[in-house]
């Protein structure tokens, strides 16, 4: 997975560079590899904002954007609501995978209606 880091009025600490990895490591190991992933820190006064965007071929887009008084805070919870987003995703697609749409041909009410319809 390719990762970008973007500063904004922030130094990105190798910390929170590790920190970022280690959660899109863990994020890898449910969708894939590949995608890539656009992590921003942005830093105001009083508050730190943590944004990731995972862009994956096979899924759509995943965004997550969170603010804390400390930045490894607010980058750990938008890593968490990116996992979230992904295993959502992902057990939607082995759900339906398992569970394939059963058509109506070979169903027993449809069966029954038609006789009834018949003898009307």
Known sequence: ??????????????KLRTQAQAGLDRIETIIGSNCTAHVILSEDKFRKIAEVNLQCKQH???????EAKEMEQALHDALDK?????????????????HPVQNAEGSVRLQTGDVLAEFA
């Open 60 to 66: 759509s887009d995943f965004t997550a954007s969170c």
């Open 82 to 98: 990116v996992e979230k987003q992904v295993t959502k995703v992902s057990k939607k697609a082995t759900t339906l995978r398992r």
């Open 1 to 14: 997975m390719q990762i970008e880091f973007t500063g904004r009025q922030f130094t990105i600490y190798p």
